[in-house]
């Protein structure tokens, strides 16, 4: 059956969203590129193997929208991005990272 889900993020740049991502630990895995300079389709991971694929083809969808990670070391990942995570009104402490397209990746740990 199902064995995961994984995100398609549209971007109008592979780039600028890897770069951002690989301040909380995800690299990218591959870049698909059937027309040599067109648009182009990306698999970016975290050591975790938790993946994002990022799209230029608005035919995979048009954004911004917002993707959520759960974590259990929230200030640790914030640290890494360059940023610091608050507590939220809904028991959990997140923080986010947006890239230039607008979309959001927001990372939260529970307050339990």
Known sequence: MI????????????????????KVGFTQ????DPNNGGLRYASVSDQSGHELHLSESRGDGVGPVVVYFWTDSIDTLAD???????DQTWQTREFWLRDPDGNTFRFGQRLD
Not at 29 to 32: E, Y
């Open 3 to 22: 064995k995961s889900i994984v995100p398609v993020v549209p971007v109008s740049k592979i780039e600028p969203t890897v770069e951002l991502l690989a």
């Open 29 to 32: 895995n591959w870049v698909h």
């Open 80 to 86: 890494l991005a360059g940023t610091t995570a608050q």
